[in-house]
């Protein structure tokens, strides 16, 4: 069960390379796959947090309280942080991609 952590941060990883990816390439001609990239990253990015929420779920059944007290709020404010900057990346990919849909 320690794989959905490290699954869960590879993943959120993927969540804000992706659309970093996105933004340096977004001079070249080639637009097409902009969507699919972004989808992508928000996907890596919900998965990141339901693997985190399988493992707290995990923490509970074995009955492992101290370590749910003790990863709580670390994981809560964490799990914020990648869902708040995988929205501002994807969202400023959106913004500078919105004009070149039609072209």
């Not at 941060?9 to 001609?29: D, E, F, M, Q, T």
Request: glycine share 6%; charged share 15%.
């Amino acid at each position: 069960m320690g794989l959905l952590n490290l699954g869960s941060l590879v993943l959120g990883l993927v969540a804000w390379i992706l659309p970093v990816i996105n933004l340096v390439r977004h001079k070249k001609s080639d637009h097409k796959n902009w969507v699919v990239l972004s989808m992508a990253s928000i996907s890596a990015c919900a998965i990141s947090l339901c693997f985190q929420i399988f493992y707290g779920s995990y923490l509970v059944k074995i009955e492992d309280w101290s370590a749910l007290k003790d990863t709580t709020d670390a994981v809560a404010f964490v799990s914020s942080v990648l869902l708040v900057i995988t929205i501002l990346l994807n969202a400023v990919t959106l913004f500078v991609y919105r004009g070149r849909m039609g072209k």
